[in-house]
């Protein structure tokens, strides 16, 4: 049966650096991938607006995931055929799994008032406070905020108090996770979940069940990414430590970070799956 290849990458801190969100030091390993046609799928906290626009600058033209797996979108006639449960919608095929933006918004104007100036997020902050929070410039703010499904939030508080914010989001439904800098609040969903979706989308579209998929992530929000593949790519970070990944096997560690971790820890695993090819 044939084997097919396919790499699920986050973005921030893996693919691309943590601080200029350059992924030039991983561009040897991309090409490589795209030697052999491996499709490789951004997974990512990211909007649609701004995953377009990255995959714009690397002239991928795959699926990708966004806002931490609340929304699955397919370039529409990227497959022979468009997949069971998707919506057609300005361009894509897509399979949404959370509550619209709005539902977050609402729970977090009642959370207000009880951590009050204990917490901001991009709906309140506009695209001038995004960019003094994140560095990003004003036009790549402004994408941050063209969110869909959730909403990030950045912690002001105690560790204490935010153990309690994110048990009152719990309560209210939500299923808040934690990146490298902030509290995707959205519905029940997951990169890991994303991940198994489109990994059997493939493998129905191929015909073949047998997949060898990587996942790289450098975050708590991508746990469950990493634990949904068969190997797991944990990159490096220059701003914490390694995300505690519950496996024992199928497990890669950067020694580089970011983007060059990425490099790094994607070549180890074309040579132990695709040996004869040469590079």
Not at 84 to 107: I, N
Request: with cysteine; charged share 20%.
């Amino acid at each position: 049966m044939t084997l097919g290849l396919l790499v699920f990458t986050d973005l921030d801190g893996s693919l691309l650096d943590h601080h200029d969100y350059s992924y030039a030091a991983a561009q040897p390993a991309l090409d490589r991938l795209a030697r052999l046609e491996v499709p490789v799928i951004p997974v990512t906290s990211k909007t649609r607006a701004e995953v377009e626009q990255v995959r714009e600058l690397l002239g991928n033209r795959h699926p990708f995931v966004a806002e931490n797996g609340a929304a699955v979108f397919i370039p529409e006639g990227y497959l022979p055929q468009q997949p069971a449960g998707t919506d057609q919608r300005d361009g894509y095929w897509v399979a949404a799994s959370c509550p619209p933006r709005s539902r977050w918004l609402d729970c977090l104007a009642t959370l207000a008032t009880e951590f009050p100036g204990e917490f901001d997020n991009f709906a309140e902050a506009g695209p001038e406070g995004i960019a003094a929070m994140t560095g990003l410039t004003l036009e790549q703010a402004r994408l941050a905020n063209t969110r869909e499904y959730s909403e990030p939030v950045r912690w002001l508080g105690s560790p204490e108090r935010k153990a309690q914010f994110v048990a009152a989001l719990r309560e209210a439904g939500a299923n808040p996770l934690q990146g490298g800098r902030f509290l995707a609040v959205a519905g029940d969903c997951d990169k890991g979940r994303a991940l198994a979706w489109l990994r059997s989308t493939f493998a129905a579209a191929w015909g073949t069940m047998e997949i060898a998929d990587l996942a790289a992530g450098d975050s708590g929000n991508d746990v469950a990414m990493l634990e949904a593949a068969q190997t797991a790519l944990v990159i490096r970070s220059p701003v914490h430590d390694f995300p505690e990944v519950n496996r024992t096997g199928g497990v890669i560690y950067s020694t580089a970070t970011g983007p060059a971790g990425w490099a790094e820890g994607v070549n180890r695993w074309l040579d132990q799956v695709a040996p004869d090819e040469h590079t």
